[in-house]
């Protein structure tokens, strides 16, 4: 079973923020928090990852909190490119086997 | 790179037939992963490879599904006999290593009838 909760579905406007929430309450010290995303009927697309600090690449932004039992991926100017099915995985640091599960995601829709 | 390349793209087979899926993983990742994708269940890890090695066949779903990794250049997912229920998308991953992202390829569509 997945160790995280997320909404089913989002909408946002072209050109805001989009943030999606990820709620891992049960996470451990030594895993990580991913995200990928999946465009329709491709592979999925790995974003970011984190431990405990916030990140940022190119891509989006990942915001972690203190106690590190929810996070929020930030996508800062969403396009209609960005609609998309997105995961957030917990992972330990040290393998990843049927830890790495993909529960159901959140369906983002960027709307024009 | 290429990416993660998977062959055939698509595959229609009759049931009880063997179905054979490829996937080249991305040069020097050490790290190989056979996932399974359906609208009931979603995306399933069957099995992970390190090094060549299987790690993990635990999401093998019974007897009729192996996988093979004979070099690092070529993995191997095998059904047989195939039945309907079968019939998903298969995606191949390839990592570098743990704790860094996963590369999937385009997937391989699979309808058995």
């Known amino acids: 079973d997945a160790k995280t909760t997320q909404p089913p579905s989002m909408d946002c406007a072209e050109g805001r923020a989009a943030n999606l929430p990820c709620n891992h309450s049960t996470i451990s010290g030594n895993e990580y928090v991913y995200w990928y995303r999946q465009i329709h009927s491709q592979g999925p697309q790995y974003i970011i990852h984190g431990l405990k600090n916030n990140e940022t690449n190119e891509m989006a932004s990942l915001i972690i909190t203190e106690d590190r039992k929810s996070s929020t991926l930030i996508l800062p100017h969403a396009t209609l490119r960005d609609t998309a099915v997105y995961y957030c995985?917990?992972?330990?640091?040290?393998?990843?086997?049927?830890?790495?599960?993909f529960g159901p995601g959140t369906r983002l829709s960027v709307l024009p | 790179d290429a990416g993660v390349i998977q062959s055939p793209r698509h595959e229609v087979t009759e049931m009880g037939q063997e179905v054979t899926l490829r996937c080249k993983p991305i040069s020097g990742h050490d790290y190989l992963f056979w996932y399974r994708q359906t609208m009931m269940r979603g995306l399933e890890l069957l099995i992970y490879f390190n090094n060549n090695v299987p790690i993990d066949d635990s999401g093998m779903p019974e007897d009729r599904f192996s996988a093979k990794m004979p070099n690092a250049s070529f993995s191997t997912l095998k059904i047989q006999p195939s039945e309907p229920r079968d019939s998903a998308v298969y995606f191949c991953a390839s990592s570098p290593q743990v704790n860094t992202e996963a590369f999937f390829g385009q997937g391989t569509r699979l309808t058995v009838v």
């Open positions: 995985i917990v992972s330990p640091t040290d393998n990843y086997g049927q830890n790495f599960v």
